[in-house]
């Protein structure tokens, strides 16, 4: 089993420009997730989803899009990559929380650190 | 909204001793907790998940409680080795599927 494995793992952005930050997972899980950890911070959830078709924003959801065709892949974009999305990104996944589901142990890629000049 | 505390930031013990690390959270409507280790560089790793409905779990050298009523978990390790040197990091998960993590407590076992 690969688990979630995350693409790419450094990235150097210019203000301004696009990028997409990958996520996979093989483990058939219904939640996937993407946060940024600063320091100091802890984990910020940016946005969530609990299955194919549906996301939702996190706390810092702001300056970030997400989409969720299939239940495997959870890509996070930067429209317009600022200063202040520089970080280092994680992706999780873990079976969906909700009636008759108790074991939502979380998974975590690798992350992926990213800085903007 | 849930906020996630940890105590203390920082720990540094010899090898050997057992050590308790603290979490506490503001709104007990909780669906369950984790405990993660993160090593430098590296994603998390999940350790223990304790059920809402749940006091307590233990795997090997690792004991976490969970008291929901007073928004209180810890994780006890006995026995610390310096391979138990990490970032401790404790995570709620509310009945909306959404995960709120504290900060984190350094930890470092020396030989």
């Known amino acids: 089993n690969a688990g979630v494995t995350q693409t790419p793992k450094f990235q150097v952005l210019k203000t301004g420009q696009s990028m997409t930050l990958q996520c996979a997972q093989d483990?058939?899980?219904?939640?996937m997730s993407w946060y940024r950890q600063d320091p100091g911070m802890g984990l910020r959830l940016i946005h969530y989803s609990v299955g194919a078709g549906i996301t939702d924003q996190g706390e810092v959801p702001n300056g970030y899009n997400v989409s969720r065709s299939t239940t495997e892949d959870f890509p996070l974009r930067l429209l317009s990559a600022a200063p202040s999305q520089t970080s280092v990104y994680f992706c999780?996944?873990?079976?969906?929380?909700?009636?008759?589901?108790?074991?939502?142990?979380?998974?975590f890629g690798q992350g992926t650190r990213l800085t903007v000049v | 909204k849930q906020e996630v505390t940890q105590i203390p930031a920082a720990l540094s013990v010899p090898e050997g001793e057992n050590l308790v690390l603290n979490c506490s959270f503001t709104d007990s409507a909780i669906y369950n907790l984790q405990w993660f280790r993160q090593d430098p560089g590296k994603g998390l790793t999940s350790l223990l998940l304790i059920q809402s409905s749940q006091r307590e779990q233990t795997s090997g050298r690792l004991n976490a409680s969970l008291d929901k009523s007073s928004g209180r978990s810890t994780l006890y390790i006995a026995a610390s080795q310096p391979g138990d040197s990490a970032t401790y990091l404790c995570a709620v998960e509310d009945n909306f599927n959404k995960f709120y993590f504290g900060s984190g407590t350094k930890l470092n076992v020396k030989p």
């Open positions: 483990m058939n899980h219904e939640y």
């Open positions: 999780a996944s873990s079976k969906r929380g909700h009636s008759g589901v108790v074991n939502t142990e979380a998974f």
